[in-house]
């Protein structure tokens, strides 16, 4: 076989140029490559942190309209609530607290006496003022139990705020209870 030093020396040229050009290569490939491959990763990361902000923004973007929608619905319902189920007027609000508590006590089979009406001022420009009854009930508890279920099942808006129960002394004698509501109603400027 022939010597790699023999090769070397016969085609010493050649294996210059070769040796130089594979040098070349080298040097260009470290300063070609090397910084695009850095600016690639470079663009990769910019590219991966612009698709997170993407999906936040679409996150941020699904929770605005859904926090808009609720809204949407939160006045709507309030609407509703003003117009529907509170009493229009202060004579509504006493037609419910007076004339319909009254007709529930003798639906349950209740007695009542001592009712007294109160009407509150609205509290800090507030668009609602309170009404306010206090009545006594006479009666079984049973039938002061189905009063009570049937004035918080009822379609008024009716608020208990207290009820105190009260047993004579002899057990045969009726249960009394005075039961405190209010309702609400809008007031005249209100809006």
Known sequence: MVPTARILADRRLLVSVLGLLALVNFVGLAMVVGPIRARVHA???RA????????????????ARQTSAGSVQAVSDLQRFYTQILPATQPAA??????RLAQLARESNLSYDRRSFALDAPENDGVLARTTMTMSVFGSYRDLRQFLYRLETGPDFVVV?????????????????????????RVPDGR
Do not use: I, K, W
């Not at 207290?162 to 209870?177: H, I, K, R, T, Y």
């Open 161 to 185: 705020r207290q009820v105190a129960v009260v047993q004579g002394e002899n057990p045969q004698d009726p249960l009394e209870a005075a039961v405190t509501l209010s309702t609400y109603h």
């Open 48 to 63: 991966t942190a612009a698709s997170l902000a993407v999906s936040t923004a679409t996150r941020d973007l699904a929770e």
């Open 94 to 99: 006493r037609q419910v607290t007076l004339v």
């Open 43 to 45: 663009l990769t990361q």
